[in-house]
DNA sequence: TAATATTCGTGAATGAATTCACGACGTGCC
DNA sequence: GGCACGTCGTGAATTCATTCACGAATATTA
């Protein structure tokens, strides 16, 4: 097991990941090996194998430990990974054994959702300014979070620590408010509208868009084409 | 392991689309180009090359016609492709030239916000149905819809003829969605819920999950990282 | 303690997706 | 028409991701 990992171990520390480039995929799968962890805990499982989570999720033993193998050793050769160690391993390299301070723009339909799903608050998310621009919805309650100007956002986000901007505004206006949460130092962003927005190198951004999945479903049923398992 | 050679038997599907096995990755760009052809449309242009269609959405040339040329040949060398020609043919390829009837689970936070959103009754996916357990809610009206109860399903299916349904529930209650809606036929389920549901071969079931896109950045954030173009 | 059964971790092999590179074909201009 | 140029379409090369397969380490049982 002598990896190439130059690093000294003493962890007990953050790990250090980098170097090798880690694919999109590998995290993708760290999300959902972290939710399979929480709810096996839940159950009672002190170990786990890589074949159990594999089954759990639809994927492949190799892939499983090969995933967990870019990050760290974390088994037990004979037994496997121990559920609870694991899952807070996962947590620090995803970074969710901290809490995120997240700024939403767009009271509309989709950001007064988000406001109210307390799954994100639970994993670390927590919405702690609304930004509009309708001067009807600026200064209500919402949620208990008293809804901004978004003019104010620059201030804003440097008074409460904001690191993370969801952007829920109609496509047309989306571009504007990315420019602002870029100009204000923001260096994560979650879109909801279905455009491509354009942001500087070092910032991040995901589109979550919707319609790509449906359409998805309806080339499925169009082409009577088997399902790509997701 | 994928017994699924479905090659060199002549059994002709209704369009051209060669039996080669497409990518997800294809079928998710041509979402987006179908997206910004629409836009290129709208901006008056006649036709858009390869090259054009590439930088706009962030691709390769290559990728484009590559991508396009598993469905036929649609450019003109030397010229390219012609913008409004091209939006038709994805259309009929992703089967948003007609119009699907979806029906909805779970009228809650993420369900209202759905049920609002006019762009996707714009693609041609028309909510026409809400089911909900909730008896306080059923009977009630919700944007002109009257919500049914999920015990009427089946038979709510078969009356509107609805082939798509989206599923807005707890996790706790999202398989049991699930087993209702491919119980009464459904071939195509879009899940809000963030669990790995359990469909039956040739469903196709599309997890939109958000927490894995919020995770994605803050893993980004906590480990200095370059982002991945989405 | 020894023998057997598991399961990890990881290089190597395989497979899939993307990019390259070039011939073919079309346009536009003189 | 002939030439220069641009762009498609596509097999080949390359890059990237997944799976295989096996040695090493640990657990379990007698
Ligand atoms: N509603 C859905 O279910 C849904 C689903 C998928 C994607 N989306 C996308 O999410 C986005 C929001 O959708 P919605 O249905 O919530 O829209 P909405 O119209 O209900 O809400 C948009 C909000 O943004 C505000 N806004 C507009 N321009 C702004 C600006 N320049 N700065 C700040 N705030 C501004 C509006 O005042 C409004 O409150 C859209 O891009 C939509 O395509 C929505
Ligand atoms: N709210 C969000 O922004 C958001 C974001 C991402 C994911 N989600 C997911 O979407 C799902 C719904 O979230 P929500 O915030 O809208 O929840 P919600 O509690 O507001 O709504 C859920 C609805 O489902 C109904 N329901 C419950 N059990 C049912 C059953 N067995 N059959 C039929 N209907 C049933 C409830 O009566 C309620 O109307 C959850 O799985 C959640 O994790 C929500």
């Known amino acids: 097991m002598n990896s190439r990992r130059a690093k000294s171990d003493g962890d007990g520390d953050r790990p250090v990941i980098s170097r090798r480039r880690i694919s999109e ?8 090996y972290y ?3 929480s709810a096996l805990e839940g159950e009672g499982y002190h170990t786990v194998s890589s074949k159990d989570l594999a089954r759990r ?38 970074g969710v054994d901290q809490t995120w301070n997240v700024g939403l723009i767009g009271a509309g339909n989709i950001g007064s959702a988000l406001v109210s799903y307390k799954e994100f608050q639970k994993q ?10 309708d001067q009807r919805k600026i200064g209500s309650n919402h949620k208990g979070i008293v809804i901004s100007d978004i003019k104010d956002l620059a201030a804003e986000v440097k008074k409460r620590n904001i690191q993370i ?9 989306a571009q504007q408010a990315c420019d602002v949460a870029v100009e204000a130092g923001i260096k ?22 919707m319609a790509m999945e449906i359409e998805y479903l309806s080339f499925t049923l169009t082409n009577h084409m088997r399902p790509i398992p997701t």
């Open 25 to 32: 995929s590998t995290i993708r799968r760290l999300s959902i």
């Open 35 to 37: 939710r399979a962890l």
């Open 57 to 94: 999720e639809k994927l492949t033993p190799a892939q499983v430990r090969k995933d967990l193998s870019f990050f760290g050793s974390f088994g037990t050769r004979g037994l496997g990974y121990p559920t609870k160690e694991l899952k807070t391993r996962i947590a620090a390299i995803l």
């Open 124 to 133: 670390g998310f927590v919405i702690n300014a609304i930004f509009d621009n």
């Open 165 to 173: 901007v969801v952007i829920a505004v109609p496509a047309a206006a």
């Open 188 to 209: 994560a962003i979650l879109n909801f509208a279905p455009i491509n927005l354009k942001v500087p190198n070092g910032v991040t951004l995901r589109t979550e868009n």
